[in-house]
């Protein structure tokens, strides 16, 4: 069943990025970075973020963005899959940051990328498109956020049945 905070949230975002393409590619990047942003760190640093997430997390985000595209179709699963992990992963970085862990301070990006790794977790098309969209993209999420909640509480009850 279609709810209408999915429609109007469309609506809002197709306003503010005219191109079609471009809304669905915010509208992915968005979902993405809300469930990294709502998905648990680990306490204690894994021995491979990309392989406890895969394990631990992976099935929710999809089921949770396959919630969200049944409300708006035309989600790039791949994509928001990969920036959620991204998001998670940088998370996860400043969380967990060892003693013997450097930044690296050569690259791409200012002290605030180079410090949470964006540089090295995150695409850099993805960068240059939030860095050009940075304000309309905050609000998109600001706005996803509880819906995306919900999405991934349902994911969660799901997956430890």
Same mark, same amino acid.
């Given at each position: 069943?279609?709810?209408?905070?999915?429609?109007?949230?469309?609506?809002?975002?197709?306003?503010?990025?005219?191109?079609?393409?471009?809304?669905?590619?915010?509208?992915?990047?968005?979902?993405?970075?809300?469930?990294?942003?709502?998905?648990?760190?680990?306490?204690?640093?894994?021995?491979?973020?990309?392989?406890?997430?895969?394990?631990?997390?992976?099935?929710?985000?999809?089921?949770? #963005?396959?919630?969200? &595209?049944?409300?708006?179709?035309?989600? =790039?699963?791949? !994509?928001?899959? +990969?920036?959620?992990? *991204?998001?998670?992963?940088?998370?996860?970085?400043?969380?967990?940051?060892?003693?013997?862990?450097?930044?690296?301070?050569?690259?791409?990006?200012?002290?605030?990328?180079?410090?949470?790794?964006?540089?090295?977790?995150?695409?850099?098309?993805?960068?240059?498109?939030?860095?050009?969209?940075?304000?309309?993209? #905050?609000?998109?999420? &600001?706005?996803?956020?509880?819906?995306? =909640?919900?999405? !991934?509480?349902? +994911?969660?009850?799901? *997956?430890?049945?």
């Amino acid at each position: 069943m279609l709810r209408t905070d999915y429609i109007y949230l469309k609506q809002f975002i197709s306003e503010r990025i005219k191109d079609p393409a471009l809304t669905m590619y915010a509208t992915s990047l968005a979902l993405g970075i809300c469930i990294g942003k709502l998905l648990k760190v680990n306490p204690t640093p894994p021995q491979s973020v990309a392989s406890f997430f895969d394990n631990t997390y992976d099935h929710m985000a999809i089921n949770a #963005i396959s919630g969200f &595209n049944e409300n708006i179709n035309g989600i =790039n699963t791949d !994509l928001a899959i +990969a920036v959620s992990k *991204s998001i998670w992963a940088m998370r996860q970085f400043a969380v967990n940051v060892d003693t013997t862990d450097y930044i690296i301070p050569k690259g791409e990006g200012g002290f605030v990328d180079k410090f949470f790794g964006a540089t090295t977790h995150l695409d850099p098309k993805v960068h240059q498109f939030l860095d050009k969209h940075n304000e309309v993209m #905050i609000v998109i999420i &600001n706005r996803m956020m509880t819906m995306v =909640n919900e999405l !991934l509480t349902a +994911a969660q009850g799901e *997956s430890m049945v």
